[in-house]
């Protein structure tokens, strides 16, 4: 079995981010089991409104602009994006960087093999997404 690398810090950080966004938007969040691909579920009232993923990263805009934008898991943008296309809500993605807290609801379909190297991990290198950081709003 694939070990689960989310930690406990991960997701505090997670939810504080959640925490702002949810203030600011005037949504509430929930988060969902892990079966769903996807992080949260977001609602106006007893509306269902989207979908959303939240990352939290030590890179600025910048940074990741100069990388060529955000990676993301293919899979779980894929999986995530046909879930919310089923039910008719957007799915988005919420990454907080150390200048900010950033969304989008772009669906890229700039393909390519990413990941990371560092917990040498043969399964985290995968087919990723990557999305333009201009696709991205300051939240």
């Not at 929930?30 to 989207?50: E, F, M, N, Q, R």
């Not at 039910?87 to 969304?103: A, M, N």
């Not at 190297?117 to 991205?136: A, H, T």
């Amino acid at each position: 079995m694939r070990p689960l690398y989310e930690s406990s810090t991960d997701l505090s950080n997670e939810a504080a981010v959640v925490a702002e966004v949810s203030k600011k938007w005037r949504r509430h969040f929930d988060k969902l089991p892990i079966k769903y691909g996807v992080d949260y579920c977001v609602t106006k009232g007893a509306d269902l409104v989207a979908f959303a993923e939240v990352k939290c990263r030590n890179y600025s805009y910048s940074e990741i602009d100069k990388m060529g934008g955000y990676m993301i898991s293919a899979h779980k943008w894929v999986i995530g994006g046909t879930f919310a296309d089923a039910i008719g809500v957007p799915l988005v993605l919420i990454v907080k960087l150390t200048d900010g807290i950033w969304w989008t609801t772009e669906r890229s379909k700039k393909l390519i093999l990413g990941g990371r190297k560092d917990r040498n991990d043969p399964q985290d290198v995968e087919p990723c997404i990557l999305i333009p950081m201009k696709s991205f709003v300051k939240a």
